[in-house]
């Protein structure tokens, strides 16, 4: 009897199915992910967290307090946190750029027809039936985040104090750092006077480095970049932060736009899915056409790949620290209250009437009761929008 041949197995490419995944799944999210990085993430827990789960919410609320430490697009660094969790390297690259792409090819081509014709049509009718969608899905993230992160009365009492700070307007960044170092010396038992030390040292460097002043020069593809990958490196908080540094850069040291062109672009990046960052693919077409949206657009979206992948490396790291893990948890809960701040506001914007009112009831129902993907809920609330009020 002839002895059997030991089975070879032959070796599949490594993650290929697994890039295959986030390829797909952040393209659609990259053209159905309207409302902000509050929804944003909202829609990527529901994805990766309760659909698929690739991630636990505890380790989705690791990922998130540290996107929240790092400068740039929220939402994206999320997006590139996941890739890199679910497959290397490659997830990493995959993952970003499949969100960034669909917002800044709808980006882009709006920016073509604004040159052609210095207009562009209301985009009323369309968000009108997509915020209150956008409540309901952010609410429900929020929830189901909270039963993970609020693992004790002592994080239950940071998270309220950081409610009440970002309620009264206070720093994001300085509500996440003292947050963690509330944390951090609550686990260590010290002393609080250190705690202010901390603080204002970091945030000190911080405003310092946010304020520094770009120099005038006549405009050129060159500088076009290199102004974008200063603010994607140093710009930390909401789209309105955002509009300041535009401001400030584009419209005041370089006269390179107008107002009103400013204006424009900021409304373009709010009512397009995807990244609000993609409001630079806008400005760099307005001012050099496809090459000049192509530069503004990997330069402010290049650091976002170079701090994720960097930060990273040390989140192992940290959570094998019992003080870092604890500064982390501080972070977490933190961030959550900023997300909680966030959704207040998308309130006023959202539910303005008695049939937003039930549109976001209803969606959060749907989502409660039948689990009901998040994509369909908000075509949905484009639907609802254009039948009643998308015509004159």
Not at 151 to 171: D, E, F, M, P, W
Not at 206 to 211: E, G, S
Request: hydrophobic fraction near 55%; glycine fraction near 10%.
């Amino acid at each position: 009897m002839m002895p059997e041949e030991p089975s070879i197995s032959i070796p599949v490419p490594p993650r290929k199915n697994e890039l295959r995944e986030l390829a797909a799944l952040f393209l659609r999210l990259g053209v159905t992910a309207f409302g902000g990085p509050a929804a944003h993430i909202a829609m990527m827990e529901d994805e990766v967290v309760r659909r698929r789960q690739w991630l636990t919410s505890a380790e989705f609320l690791d990922l998130l307090g540290i996107t929240n430490l790092i400068p740039g697009p929220n939402s994206t660094e999320m997006a590139i946190h996941i890739g890199r969790e679910r497959a290397g390297f490659p997830g990493l690259l995959v993952a970003g750029g499949a969100f960034i792409l669909p917002a800044a090819t709808i980006t882009a081509s709006l920016g073509w027809v604004y040159v052609r014709f210095h207009t562009l049509w209301q985009a009323h009718a369309l968000l009108y039936g997509i915020k209150p969608v956008i409540i309901a899905i952010v609410a429900q993230a929020l929830f189901g985040l909270a039963k993970s992160a609020l693992k004790s009365r002592a994080l239950l009492a940071i998270g309220c104090l950081s409610l009440i700070g970002a309620s009264c307007g206070a720093n994001e960044l300085s509500c996440l750092v003292l947050s963690g170092l509330v944390g951090l010396c609550w686990q260590r038992r010290w002393a609080p006077p250190a705690l202010g030390l901390g603080a204002s040292s970091w945030s000190g460097a911080l405003a310092a480095l946010a304020a520094v002043k770009s120099v005038a020069t006549p405009f050129s593809s060159g500088a076009l970049f290199l102004v974008f990958l200063k603010i994607g490196s140093v710009l930390f908080g909401s789209g309105y932060v955002l509009l300041a540094f535009l401001r400030s850069d584009f419209v005041v040291q370089r006269h390179w736009l107008t107002e009103g062109q400013l204006l424009d672009a900021i409304a373009i990046g709010q009512v397009t899915p995807g990244p609000v960052f993609t409001t630079a693919t806008f400005i760099g077409y307005l001012l050099a056409g496809a090459p000049g949206a192509a530069l503004a657009t990997l330069g402010i979206f290049l650091p976002a790949f170079c701090f994720v992948a960097l930060s990273g490396l040390l989140l192992p790291k940290i959570r094998r620290s019992a003080g870092l893990g604890a500064f982390l948890d501080g972070v977490n809960v933190a961030s959550l209250a900023l997300m909680a701040v966030v959704t207040v506001q998308l309130c006023r914007a959202a539910l303005i009437d008695l049939e937003t009112v039930l549109l976001a009831l209803v969606s959060a129902a749907l989502l409660l009761r039948f689990k009901l993907n998040s994509t369909w809920l908000i075509a949905g609330g484009a639907l609802f929008g254009m039948a009643t009020h998308g015509i004159p």
